[in-house]
């Protein structure tokens, strides 16, 4: 079958899905560039090299992240529409055709970008569409196994920074570091996000952390997220040259979500309150690449 892709509601399909999934790029494409300005301000680069790099490489990554979280949206439509989520492939404003003709062209555009930058970004590219592709098509379908969306978060995260780093083929103690800290970081605290959707997941049959372990104990992973990474921040100062302001607004940081999740772990667990601490987690994530930026000028 034929698809025109230039013709009036296919733009609009383009303009609807990325609009649905904006918020998911724009995260992503900011660890990719914390990744970029890490490592090529660890290695004493120029801006203009930096920027040269980052100009191909950032929408390469924003391509690529609203891809991958279209493809999820088709084939969760089906579930989505039995929990009433409001979803463009659910309301009908984008059919599954013009949809996979977003998904195409995302894709087609972002390897393109990718192989312009180095083969070490087109690696890490497609290593990132393999992960974010098999979470959720089936069979293998990640999502539903064992500990699945946790492992996928943490290695998107982890790719994103990564990407940046090979974009100018370095990888400087510095970036060495910020993996250190992240890829703990993420493992620990990506079941906040999930209280949420407990009984959401638990329908389409999702192994998160929070079914498997309960709220408690994934409120307990988050404190030790946390703690965690305020203790590796000196670390940070003391070995690997970041500086003092960092640790100073990591521990700010730390101790803003750590009073949040102390408060919901002995206080009242409701929808409510879960909806808080996935708001200031996804904060947490929006900041954190920033201050590893600050770290380093």
């Given amino acids: 079958m034929?698809?025109?892709?230039?013709?009036?509601?296919?733009?609009?399909?383009?303009k609807i899905c990325s609009s649905s999934r904006l918020k998911m790029g724009i995260v992503y494409s900011f660890w990719a560039l914390s990744g970029l300005l890490v490592t090529g301000l660890g290695m004493n680069?120029?801006?203009?090299?930096?920027?040269?790099?980052?100009?191909?490489?950032?929408?390469?990554?924003?391509?690529l992240t609203l891809a991958i979280y279209v493809l999820n949206d088709m084939y969760d439509r089906e579930f989505d529409k039995l929990i009433d989520?409001?979803?463009?492939?659910?309301?009908?404003?984008?059919?599954?055709?013009?949809a996979m003709v977003v998904i195409s062209t995302f894709v087609a555009l972002a390897i393109t970008l990718s192989a312009i930058v180095n083969i070490s970004a087109l690696a890490v590219s497609l290593i990132f569409l393999i992960i974010g592709t098999i979470y959720s098509i089936p069979p293998i379908q990640i999502k539903r196994r064992i500990l699945g969306k946790q492992f996928t978060l943490t290695s998107l995260f982890l790719l994103s920074i990564l990407a940046g780093g090979v974009a100018i083929r370095g990888f400087p103690s510095a970036l060495f570091f910020m993996i250190l800290c992240v890829g703990p970081f993420l493992v620990l605290m990506t079941p906040i996000p999930d209280l949420k959707d407990m009984e959401s997941d638990k329908k389409q049959g999702c192994k998160t952390v929070p079914?498997?372990?309960?709220?408690?104990?994934?409120?307990?992973?988050?404190?030790l997220a946390?703690?965690?990474?305020?203790?590796l921040s000196i670390l940070g100062y003391l070995v690997y040259g970041f500086n003092l302001i960092f640790v100073i607004s990591i521990v700010i940081l730390s101790f803003i979500?750590?009073?949040?999740?102390?408060?919901?772990?002995?206080?009242?667990q409701n929808r409510t309150n879960y909806i808080?601490?996935?708001?200031?987690?996804?904060?947490?994530?929006?900041?954190?690449?920033?201050?590893?930026?600050?770290?380093?000028?």
């Fill in 257 to 268: 979500n750590f009073h949040q999740l102390l408060k919901l772990r002995y206080g009242n």
């Fill in 276 to 297: 808080k601490a996935r708001q200031k987690a996804w904060i947490a994530g929006i900041l954190l690449p920033l201050m590893f930026i600050i770290g380093v000028v």
């Fill in 2 to 14: 034929n698809v025109d892709i230039f013709n009036k509601q296919q733009f609009r399909a383009f």
């Fill in 85 to 98: 989520r409001e979803q463009p492939l659910v309301t009908g404003e984008v059919n599954p055709t013009q």
């Fill in 211 to 223: 079914l498997l372990l309960g709220p408690n104990i994934s409120i307990d992973l988050g404190i």
């Fill in 45 to 63: 680069l120029s801006f203009s090299n930096i920027f040269s790099k980052g100009l191909i490489l950032l929408p390469a990554w924003f391509f």
């Fill in 226 to 231: 946390f703690l965690s990474l305020s203790t």
